[in-house]
């Protein structure tokens, strides 16, 4: 590294590579990640796919590992295309991002096998959901931080999201647009923190169902402000009603963080420390 600055490779990589990427948005401005029928629909993926397009002088096509919803940030996507012409890693970071709004980066790109899926080789997803527990709302970071006036019990909050470990079945916390042929999951690792005047819920999970963060964090902030009583979450997760569950927390406060892929192909590890708000 020179000067401060992070070295991109600029020997060109053949075309036909399938490259990996890691992409970073605010997605206030979104109707989510996926492309949409209606030409009004302004979505991650055709911004991203306009970026890669000017660079490659086609039309490409990315493929994610997570779908982000309407609202939704992503700080650490993970996308692959194939390269229909030669180009460096340097010129599809830096050639795409100058043809990006601001808020859509790449932060690296590097040839992977053609093995390699984006959503089907991830071994794991990591989601962020930060709240703002403070009397009065915010006016910074509008659109990045969910809100609740009431004063959240973290400790209970973390104590009750324990029960959501393990491969279960989450029907009580899927929507009802939801197309999974399975409702079963498995959580690896859940936590509730707080930080100041800031909640942070980490959950980690090999997938999720639609809607399943949101309609968790739904539910333990009705824990964690006292509108119901310890034990509910793990009752809701038994009873699989969607319907007794609490509303779905609002997108705003939602990042995707971290994908974990299998060692061999090589990818870069997700930024120890996130440069989100509570990291």
């Not at 991830?122 to 609740?148: D, F, H």
């Not at 916390?173 to 079963?184: G, I, L, N, V, Y």
């Not at 038994?238 to 974990?260: F, I, M, Q």
Request: proline residues 8%; hydrophobic residues 45%; aromatic residues 8%.
């Amino acid at each position: 590294m020179a000067d401060g600055v992070l070295p991109f490779a600029a020997d060109p990589l053949p075309a036909g590579s399938r490259i990996a990427c890691r992409v970073e948005y605010d997605g206030s401005r979104f109707h989510g990640w996926q492309s949409q029928p209606h030409p009004d629909s302004k979505t991650v993926q055709d911004t991203l796919e306009n970026g890669l397009a000017a660079v490659a002088c086609q039309p490409l096509r990315v493929h994610c590992a997570g779908r982000t919803d309407s609202g939704v940030h992503g700080f650490c996507q993970i996308i692959h295309f194939d390269a229909p012409v030669a180009r460096s890693p340097k010129s599809w970071v830096m050639g795409t991002n100058a043809n990006l709004p601001p808020d859509v980066r790449l932060h690296w790109a590097q040839a992977v096998g053609p093995e390699f899926h984006a959503r089907f080789s991830a071994l794991s997803r990591r989601y962020r959901y930060l709240i703002a527990n403070t009397p009065v709302r915010p006016a910074l970071m509008a659109g990045q931080l969910a809100w609740e006036r009431r004063l959240l019990d973290h400790q209970l909050m973390h104590a009750e999201a324990q029960s959501l470990l393990g491969e279960q079945d989450f029907s009580a916390f899927r929507a009802a647009a939801c197309q999974s042929s399975t409702p079963m999951r498995n959580v690896q690792a859940v936590s509730v923190a707080r930080r100041g005047d800031l909640l942070v819920v980490d959950i980690r999970a090999n997938a999720f169902l639609h809607h399943m963060v949101r309609n968790i964090v739904g539910s333990l902030i009705a824990v964690g402000a006292g509108r119901a009583a310890p034990g509910w979450l793990p009752a809701l997760l038994a009873g699989r009603d969607r319907s007794k569950a609490a509303d779905t927390a609002p997108a705003a406060g939602l990042y995707l963080v971290e994908v974990e892929y299998p060692a061999h192909f090589g990818l870069p590890s997700a930024p120890a420390e996130p440069l989100l708000p509570g990291a």
